[in-house]
């Protein structure tokens, strides 16, 4: 078993991060057949809408709203005001996802955002709703009041970091920060742009951000990719379990389970994982190919690990984690000689 833990160090440190960094505009690998950018049209649309109690029509305030991709990426996020209001400004037009947050509460309904603009309105079953102008009873309550000075900063850092201009991004980070400190959405983007260096910032980050706001799915995600990074493959998927209970459909949260079974050498549930993360991308993600040759040659099936490999190769002849495909495809060859 020694050749597979050494193997596993080099391919979970080449890995790490590559699910998330369509949040922070890293340099990644994207889905080849992704079809939301077809469906989306070339223009854009404003985007707005109000939130509303269920029961009795009234406003709903500090709730939180998710626009999600195809793919479940959050593409903007948003609390309500007092008057239940919410605003996206301007995004792409296309399919969307709209998951609006409220404690225990969770509304997920299909938005077709084709026009030039959109407004849509949720109808929410709330239990216990702090209503404006009180105090609420729960930590996360008081994440939902952002100043807009934070939230303009944060934009600016995610509009840059989306051009990949890294170093801007974390200036306007840092910015949203110093305004107010515990703006969890933030400290995620910040730990996302300081995974691959500063480990140990980020995961404190990260802490800090489901400390501040218990619902956020995200953070509980990257933060599963961080412990993965550091071989705490329990914590990790206690982590992710938090992250997936949130965030069902988040196929961030299974392939990195999949890491997670991988290096606790549970295998199967590592390819049951990996499968489900499949299932919710429209198209192909390079590196589950990858994670799935290593559940294979971990169960000993050779041949379906070589075929992983293979495959991969051929479709990424020189994608980043190129060099990890060949030195696996060549422990999988000696592997098979010895057989």
């Keep these: 078993m020694a050749h597979r833990v050494s193997f596993l160090a080099v391919s979970f440190t080449l890995l790490t991060s ?12 994207h889905p080849r057949d992704n079809d939301f950018s077809q469906r989306s049209g070339h223009g854009t649309t404003t985007f707005d809408g109000t939130v509303v109690n269920a029961m009795t029509s009234k406003p709903v305030s500090n709730a939180r709203v998710e626009l999600r991709d195809a793919n479940g990426n ?7 005001d007092v008057g239940g209001g919410f605003n996206f400004g301007t995004v792409p037009q296309g399919l969307y996802r709209l998951v609006t947050l409220l404690g225990v509460s969770q509304v997920d309904q299909e938005v077709d955002a084709s026009a030039f603009s959109t407004s849509v309105s ?8 702090p ?16 100043p807009e000075k934070a939230r303009n900063e944060f934009q600016k850092a995610q509009q840059a970091s989306a051009k990949l201009k890294l170093a801007d991004a974390r200036k306007h980070v840092g910015r949203a920060l110093e305004l107010d400190p515990n703006y969890a959405d933030a400290l995620t983007l910040r730990a996302i742009l300081n995974l691959s260096t500063n480990i140990q910032g980020a995961v404190a980050d990260l802490q800090k951000a489901i400390q501040s706001d218990g619902n956020y799915a995200l953070a509980y995600t990257v933060l599963g990719s961080a412990l993965n990074m550091q071989a705490k493959f329990d914590q990790a998927l206690h982590t992710l379990e938090r992250g997936e209970s949130l965030a069902p459909d988040s196929w961030q949260t299974y392939f990195e389970m999949a890491r997670s ?9 590592a390819l049951r994982a990996v499968d489900r993360a ?4 429209s198209g192909e993600y390079p590196a589950i190919l990858l994670i799935r040759a290593e559940a294979h040659l971990g169960l000993g099936l050779y041949n379906n690990a070589m075929s992983e490999l ?10 980043p984690n190129t060099a990890v495909a060949q030195k696996m495809l060549q ?8 057989k």
């Design 122 to 129: 949720v109808r929410m079953d709330v239990n216990n709703t």
């Design 131 to 146: 209503q404006a102008g009180n105090s609420g009873n729960t930590v996360s309550v008081a994440q939902y009041k952002i």
């Design 310 to 319: 293979q495959t991969y190769l051929q479709k990424y002849p020189s994608g």
């Design 278 to 281: 499949q299932s919710l991308i």
């Design 18 to 29: 590559v699910c998330f960094a369509q949040f922070a505009g890293l340099p990644q690998i």
């Design 261 to 269: 079974y991988v290096g606790k050498s549970d295998y199967q549930s």
């Design 331 to 338: 422990q999988t060859r000696d592997l098979m000689a010895k």
């Design 74 to 80: 959050v593409v903007s996020s948003a609390y309500t």
